[in-house]
């Protein structure tokens, strides 16, 4: 028996009904399957005229997947990594920069949980809020704003 062969537009509906994806990684999934003859560009359009495919609901998502874990600086670079530039871009930094000191917090909390008692064990604690990709400030502030041992 023959395979069924699967259009390129049922392909891009059947990844978005998954989850959101960008323009950019939409167009490269699809070029695997793509043949001669077959335009992504006009399929991709289809998609974002339909409403189907959209940057703005792409990039709401990541960020809402990946604020709990990550910082700015990671969460950006990422967003980037996927097309993501210019206005839209910079209207994520500034909602993103009001809660990262919060969110620092948070992700010091559940891995550690306690202060550090040494200037080694301090260090070890930013490298990885730093490696999570959260700014300076956010870091010292984490770190400064650790919850005292109770007495």
């Given at each position: 028996m023959a395979k069924l062969k699967?259009?390129?537009?049922?392909?891009?509906?059947?990844?978005?009904?998954?989850?959101?994806?960008?323009?950019?990684?939409?167009?490269?999934?699809?070029s695997r399957y793509a043949e001669e003859g077959?335009?992504?560009?006009?399929v991709l359009d289809f998609l974002e005229a339909a409403k189907f495919?959209?940057?703005?609901?792409?990039?709401?998502?990541?960020?809402h997947r990946r604020s709990a874990?990550?910082?700015?600086s990671r969460i950006l670079s990422e967003l980037q990594s996927h097309g993501i530039q210019?206005?839209?871009?910079s209207g994520i930094k500034?909602?993103?920069?009001?809660?990262?000191?919060?969110?620092a917090r948070e992700v010091w909390q559940r891995k550690f949980?306690?202060?550090?008692?040494d200037a080694a064990e301090r260090a070890k604690q930013m490298r990885f809020l730093q490696q999570r990709g959260f700014s300076h400030k956010a870091i010292r502030a984490a770190l400064a704003g650790a919850p005292e041992d109770k007495e």
């Amino acid at each position: 028996m023959a395979k069924l062969k699967i259009s390129l537009k049922a392909r891009a509906l059947r990844y978005l009904s998954m989850r959101e994806h960008s323009r950019l990684e939409l167009a490269r999934k699809l070029s695997r399957y793509a043949e001669e003859g077959d335009d992504i560009e006009a399929v991709l359009d289809f998609l974002e005229a339909a409403k189907f495919l959209s940057q703005t609901r792409f990039s709401e998502s990541l960020v809402h997947r990946r604020s709990a874990r990550f910082g700015n600086s990671r969460i950006l670079s990422e967003l980037q990594s996927h097309g993501i530039q210019g206005e839209a871009l910079s209207g994520i930094k500034v909602t993103l920069a009001d809660g990262e000191v919060a969110r620092a917090r948070e992700v010091w909390q559940r891995k550690f949980g306690e202060p550090p008692v040494d200037a080694a064990e301090r260090a070890k604690q930013m490298r990885f809020l730093q490696q999570r990709g959260f700014s300076h400030k956010a870091i010292r502030a984490a770190l400064a704003g650790a919850p005292e041992d109770k007495e």
